[in-house]
């Protein structure tokens, strides 16, 4: 079974670019979570998705960030445009049910300039 | 407003001693407290988890110790190896009713000592 797929797991852009990471649960997961870890700090919520809908997006940082779910498969998070603070690491995790383990990827190191 | 305090950050050990990371929680809603390791350029791979309702739960090496009336957990490595350096996070849930996102600790770097 494959594991939960994060891309790309590098990337470096000037602040005011556009960066889009792309997140593809295991499959048959409808539970689909965003996280970021900000340097030495703790990993922090992000959002939640249930299939394609938004359950919880409490933990957005604000509306630079944008993250979608279509058709409930993989989903990607767009920050536009970035600014300096948002350099950290975003995971993404999935589980098959709420409540149940949750899955990690490897995460996408992000750098802002 | 940190949910979950962990300590310490950073740890180093003897090969065949004993780690101990602890965390404390403030929101007593909280029903599942899992453990994570992190190495390198991974992600977090979920280690050992426990409910309230156990004060504790062992898996090989690994214990977790839970005071429901203190609100604090902990990790205990036993014989710990070389192979167990990493960063543990511990996390906290309100389970389904809340979506089951998880709060997460500060991280401990673990470093054994050959």
């Known amino acids: 079974e494959a594991g939960v797929t994060q891309f790309p797991s590098h990337s470096v852009i000037e602040k005011g670019q556009t960066v889009t990471l792309r997140c593809d649960p295991i499959s048959g997961h409808d539970n689909l979570y965003w996280y970021r870890r900000v340097m030495g700090k703790e990993i922090k919520f992000l959002l939640h998705?249930?299939?394609?809908?938004?359950?919880?997006e409490s933990g957005m940082p604000n509306n630079r960030f944008l993250a979608e779910r279509t058709g409930g498969t993989y989903s990607t998070l767009k920050v536009q445009p970035a600014e300096l603070e948002d350099s950290g690491v975003y995971f993404c995790a999935s589980s098959q049910e709420q409540g149940l383990p949750q899955h990690f990827g490897d995460g996408t190191r992000l750098s802002i300039l | 407003q940190q949910q979950v305090k962990q300590s310490p950050q950073s740890l180093i050990v003897q090969k065949g001693g004993i780690s101990i990371i602890n965390c404390a929680y403030e929101?007593?809603?909280?029903?599942?407290f899992p453990w994570y390791q992190q190495f390198p350029g991974k992600g977090p791979a979920l280690l050992i988890a426990i409910r309230p309702d156990v004060s504790e739960k062992k898996e090989g090496r690994f214990t977790i110790s839970f005071n429901k009336s203190a609100k604090q957990f902990s990790l205990h490595i036993m014989d710990s190896q070389p192979g167990d350096s990493a960063t543990y996070f511990c996390a906290a849930s309100s389970g389904y009713n809340q979506g089951g996102k998880l709060i997460f600790g500060q991280g401990t770097e673990l470093s054994v000592k050959p």
């Open positions: 998705f249930v299939k394609e809908s938004k359950q919880d």
């Open positions: 929101n007593t809603a909280f029903d599942y």
